[in-house]
C-alpha cells in the first residue's frame, strides 16, 4: 500500500508570491492533518480534514487556507509568502478521527523563500 | 490548552548502551494518547510508540519501553541496547481521545556513537 505522499518535496519562492502544496494520504485515508515545522517555532499545527470539512486550525494568520477534495487529497496554499513561512510542511493521514487512530506521516514539503 | 515539555536539547550514548528521554506535558483532560515519535534525517516522521491514558501498563515495542506516570504527567522514553540507526529528532506528542490534533514537544536530538 502506497504511503502519504507530497509533492513536492522542495519549493523555491520569493516573498510575496503565493503557493500551494499537495498531500494525498494512504488510500481509505478520510482524515488529513497539516503541520509546519521549523527550528525556531517546533512542529505548529495548521489544519485538520475530515470527509472534505475543515474540523480545527491551528493559529496561524488567514494567509494560510486549505481544502480537501472527495477523493481526500487536500492541499494548502499560502498567499503572500513572507521569510518566515519557510519551513518543512508535514501533512499527516488516518482513516478516522481519534487518538485511537494510526497517523501516517509524508515526507513533507520543504519550503524555502528567498 | 494542552502543553508537552521536552527538556533535553541534546543527548548522546553509546552504542549497545540504554539510555532515557525525558518529556512532561499538561491537560485537563482525562482520556489521551502519549506518542513518541522518531524524526531522522530522511524527515519521515515515524511512529515510536503510543500509551493510552487510561491503561496504566506502561506500552513497549522491541527496545522501546516508557515510564507512565500520569499523576506527575510524566511520560520518558527509555531506548535499550542503542543502535547507530537511533541517532535522530525524539518528539513527545500529545493527542486528545476525541481529537485528531498533535501537540508535540520541541525534540530530543539523539545521537548514538559508535
Known amino acids: 500500500k502506497a504511503g502519504v505522499t507530497q509533492t513536492p518535496r522542495y519549493l523555491i519562492k520569493t516573498r510575496g508570491q503565493q503557493v500551494t502544496l499537495s498531500c494525498s494520504p494512504i488510500?481509505?485515508?478520510?482524515?488529513v492533518s497539516w503541520y509546519q515545522q521549523t527550528p525556531g517555532q517546533g512542529l505548529q499545527f495548521l489544519f485538520e480534514?475530515?470527509?472534505?470539512?475543515?474540523?480545527n486550525k491551528g493559529n496561524f494568520p488567514g494567509r494560510f487556507s486549505g481544502r480537501q477534495f472527495s477523493n481526500s487529497r487536500s492541499e494548502m496554499n499560502v498567499s503572500t509568502l513572507e521569510l518566515g513561512d519557510s519551513a518543512l510542511y508535514l501533512c499527516a493521514s488516518s482513516v478516522g478521527v481519534g487518538g485511537d487512530q494510526p497517523q501516517h506521516f509524508g515526507d513533507g514539503t520543504r519550503l524555502s523563500i528567498l | 490548552a494542552q502543553t508537552v515539555t521536552q527538556s533535553q536539547p541534546e543527548m548522546s550514548v553509546q552504542e549497545a548502551e540504554t539510555v532515557t528521554l525525558s518529556c512532561t506535558y499538561d491537560?485537563?483532560?482525562?482520556?489521551?494518547?502519549l506518542f513518541w515519535y522518531k524524526q531522522p534525517p530522511s524527515r519521515q516522521m515515524i511512529l515510536v510508540i503510543r500509551q493510552e491514558a487510561y491503561k496504566q501498563q506502561n506500552a513497549t515495542e522491541n527496545r522501546f519501553s516508557v515510564n507512565f506516570q500520569k499523576a506527575a504527567k510524566s511520560f520518558s522514553l527509555k531506548i535499550s541496547d542503542s543502535q547507530l540507526g537511533d541517532t535522530a529528532m525524539y518528539f513527545c506528542?500529545?493527542?486528545?481521545?476525541?481529537?485528531?490534533?498533535?501537540?508535540f514537544g520541541t525534540g530530543t536530538s539523539l545521537t548514538v556513537i559508535p
Open positions: 491537560t485537563s483532560e482525562n482520556n489521551y494518547y
Open positions: 480534514y475530515f470527509s472534505e470539512t475543515q474540523r
Open positions: 488510500s481509505g485515508h478520510r482524515s
Open positions: 506528542a500529545f493527542m486528545k481521545r476525541t481529537g485528531n490534533q498533535f501537540y
